[in-house]
């Protein structure tokens, strides 16, 4: 029974660090990109000038 109680804490100190890193990753604006995904898709990559049929 003890080891159950040991895995329960250790499985929510690291859910904890976890939620943490992710709260925090919010507030320093890691998510913030708002303009590129959108514009990304809409413009194809230039070709590679490094053909092999010249």
Do not use: C, H
């Not at 895995?7 to 943490?20: E, K, Q, R």
């Not at 998510?31 to 230039?46: G, V």
């Amino acid at each position: 029974m003890s080891a159950i109680v040991i895995l329960l804490i250790a499985s929510i100190s690291v859910a904890a660090i976890f939620l943490a890193a992710f709260i925090w990753s919010v507030r320093t604006g890691q998510y913030d990109d708002e303009f590129s995904p959108p514009q990304r898709i809409l413009f194809d990559n230039k070709p590679s000038s490094n053909n092999s049929n010249q």
